[in-house]
């Protein structure tokens, strides 16, 4: 299973919502990754986990809040976002954190708010 | 992370090779370069990655200049399954780690 799967495709929620995204992986992998790709521009890195602590946050605001609760799972909870916020959200994983290493990535969900 | 520079886009015919410029002229030693590619509507997809010696692998193939200072994707019989955006970057061997995805290039692949 060489997959990383995400939950859900899409995602409407307004300003006042709280909401959660999901990522799921099952091939062993010890680093897990969040990154926002607003359209027609490339991915930018929110945050890195490795072996379920958070190794990297890239000055996300406050209102995501990452959590990997086992070395399979990774969620982005979303509370008080703003229109701008509206972005293709990916998630991916990799074996370690090592620079040799490849990066699988899910399909990602695609978020809209209003 | 060294900074990497790619035409924004390309435009190759079906069945053909394609060539994949990359610059990256502040390259450190310990820098490995990866290229990934993102199809319409998917995430990125990782194609290959070397450090100092070309490399080949079912998808593609990498040439590496000798100073490392550029390298070259190359696609070896364009489909039109190849069209994406491809992004060439520079990752560390040790430490923290963390994609930083450039502007890319995107290829279109004509019938």
């Known amino acids: 299973d060489t997959e990383v799967t995400q939950t859900p495709k899409h995602l409407v929620m307004g300003m006042t919502n709280k909401k959660s995204l999901k990522c799921e992986q099952h091939?062993?992998?010890?680093?897990m990754y969040w990154y926002k790709q607003k359209a027609k521009k490339p991915p930018e890195l929110m945050f890195v986990?490795?072996?379920?602590?958070?190794?990297i946050n890239e000055s996300v605001p406050s209102r995501f809040s990452p959590e990997c609760p086992n070395s399979s799972l990774l969620n982005l909870h979303l509370h008080a976002l703003q229109p701008e916020d509206s972005a293709l959200y990916l998630c991916?994983?990799?074996?370690?954190?090592?620079?040799?290493?490849?990066?699988?990535f899910g399909p990602g969900t695609r978020l809209t708010v209003l | 992370d060294a900074k990497t520079t790619q035409p924004n886009s390309m435009e190759s015919n079906e069945e053909e090779p394609v060539h994949l410029p990359c610059n990256h002229s502040?390259?450190?030693?310990?820098?490995?370069i990866h290229w990934y590619r993102q199809l319409p509507s998917q995430g990125p997809e990782y194609v290959i990655h070397g450090l100092t010696s070309n490399v080949n692998n079912r998808m593609a193939s990498l040439a590496i200049a000798e100073d490392r200072k550029s390298s070259t994707l190359i696609l070896h019989r364009a489909t039109l399954r190849d069209a994406a955006v491809y992004y060439c970057?520079?990752?560390?061997?040790?430490?923290?780690?963390?994609?930083?995805f450039g502007q890319g290039t995107r290829l279109t692949i004509n019938p």
């Open positions: 502040t390259i450190s030693g310990t820098d490995y």
């Open positions: 970057i520079l990752r560390v061997a040790q430490g923290a780690q963390k994609l930083v």
């Open positions: 986990y490795s072996y379920e602590k958070l190794s």
């Open positions: 091939m062993g992998h010890r680093a």
């Open positions: 991916a994983s990799s074996r370690g954190l090592a620079g040799r290493g490849e990066q699988f």
